[in-house]
């Protein structure tokens, strides 16, 4: 079983930067990729950026540069740093892991809520 835990959210003013963590463990032999989605209050969840294990990278439109998101492969951990905050990403950001079987599995959220 494979267990996801974020951390890292939190309040912020606009202009300002934050850095997601999100820890894998558990029984983790091989996975495709790992990567951030985010949920914002009213709207459906909504892909962020992945990391595969080859070390490509896929952003989403909206973040134009504004975050990346890297790995640490020995600790099986992904982060995601976000620059220039802007109101519009206030969300729970959620790890995801997508096995070598294409199963999903998903953290609980961290909220990350930016004040004007």
């Known amino acids: 079983q494979v267990q996801l835990v974020e951390s890292g959210g939190g309040l912020v003013q606009a202009g300002g930067s934050l850095r997601l963590s999100c820890a894998a463990s558990?029984?983790?032999?091989?996975?495709?990729?790992m990567g951030w989605y985010r949920q914002a209050p009213g709207k459906q969840r909504e892909f962020v950026a992945n990391?595969?294990?080859?070390?490509?990278?896929n952003y989403a439109d909206f973040v134009k540069g504004r975050f990346t998101i890297s790995r640490d492969s020995a600790m099986n951990t992904v982060y995601l740093q976000i620059d220039s905050l802007k109101p519009d990403d206030t969300a729970v950001y959620y790890c995801?892991?997508?096995?070598?079987?294409?199963?999903?599995?998903w953290g609980k959220g961290t909220a990350v809520t930016v004040s004007t």
């Open positions: 990391i595969t294990t080859a070390g490509s990278t």
């Open positions: 558990g029984i983790i032999f091989s996975f495709r990729a």
């Open positions: 995801n892991l997508v096995n070598r079987f294409w199963r999903d599995y």
